[in-house]
C-alpha cells in the first residue's frame, strides 16, 4: 500500500519545536492502541530498523509495571540508558493526554541525558479505540490494532483509527487463523481515514516494520526541514 511519507500530519499544532538553549528538540511519536496490538513489538522493530541510522530513545506506559520497558531491555533495541518507563496508576490514556507531565518529564531527562536525540518512540499503555495523544507530548501519532482483534475495528473507527497520522494493522500473518478479511479492512480504514495512511504488517515478515520505518523517516525530514 503506497504511503505519503512526507503527510507532516496535524503535527504542525504541536510544542514548541526547540529546547530553553534553542536547539531542536528530538521528533516524538506516539504510539497507541489496544491491549495486545503489537504496539512494543512494533517499537523494537523500529528500534533495530534506526538505530544505527539516528539517535533515538524510547518511552514506554504501564499502569502498574515497567513490563515493555523490562521487554525492550531483554531484547538489547537500545541501549538501557535509552529506555524509560512511566507507571500511569491510572488509565493509559491519562498520562499520554490528560496529564502529560510524567511523560514530557521523562522525554526531557532522556534528552539531558543522552541527547543530542533525532528522534524519541512514547508508547502508551494498551488502551481503547479513543486513546490520542496530546499534541503538547507528541508531534506524530500511530495507531496500531491487529487482526486478531477483529476486520470489524477499521469500521467502528474512534479518535484512535479515525486521526492518527498513521495506522498500522497489525499481525497480517494471523488473517487466514482468525477469519479477518483484509480487503474489507482495507476497505473500511480507506473509508475511515480518506487520505491518512494506512500499512499492513506482520513482523514475522521479510519486510517487517519498514514501511512503517520509512513513514518515521519522512516524518524525520519534515520535521527537520
Not at 91 to 115: F, K, M, Q, W, Y
Request: proline share 5%; charged share 25%.
Amino acid at each position: 500500500m503506497h504511503l505519503d511519507h512526507d503527510h507532516p500530519g496535524p503535527g504542525a499544532a504541536s510544542a514548541d519545536a526547540h529546547r530553553p538553549d534553542g536547539s531542536r528538540r528530538a521528533l516524538r511519536i506516539g504510539l497507541g492502541g489496544p491491549v495486545g496490538s503489537g504496539k512494543t513489538a512494533t517499537v523494537a522493530a523500529l528500534c533495530r530498523a534506526l538505530c544505527e541510522e539516528l539517535s533515538l530513545a524510547v518511552v514506554t506506559n504501564d499502569i502498574y509495571t515497567r513490563e515493555d520497558a523490562e521487554f525492550l531491555l531483554r531484547e538489547a533495541v537500545l541501549p538501557p540508558e535509552r529506555i524509560t518507563a512511566v507507571e500511569t496508576g491510572a488509565c493509559p490514556h491519562t498520562a499520554i493526554r490528560d496529564d502529560i507531565s510524567a511523560n514530557l518529564e521523562a522525554v526531557e531527562d532522556l534528552e539531558d541525558a543522552v541527547g543530542p536525540l533525532d528522534l524519541v518512540l512514547v508508547e502508551s499503555g494498551g488502551d481503547n479505540l479513543t486513546a490520542t495523544f496530546s499534541r503538547g507530548l507528541v508531534d506524530s501519532q500511530i495507531f496500531v490494532i491487529d487482526v486478531a482483534g477483529g476486520d470489524d475495528i477499521p469500521r467502528k473507527g474512534g479518535p484512535g483509527v479515525t486521526t492518527a497520522d498513521l495506522l498500522v494493522v497489525n499481525k497480517t500473518d494471523l488473517a487466514p487463523y482468525v477469519g479477518s478479511d483484509l480487503a474489507r479492512m482495507a476497505a473500511d480504514a480507506k473509508e475511515q481515514r480518506i487520505e491518512l495512511p494506512v500499512v499492513f504488517q506482520s513482523l514475522r515478515s521479510e519486510s517487517g516494520v519498514a514501511e512503517v520505518a520509512a513513514w518515521v523517516r519522512g516524518q524525520l525530514a519534515a520535521w527537520t526541514a
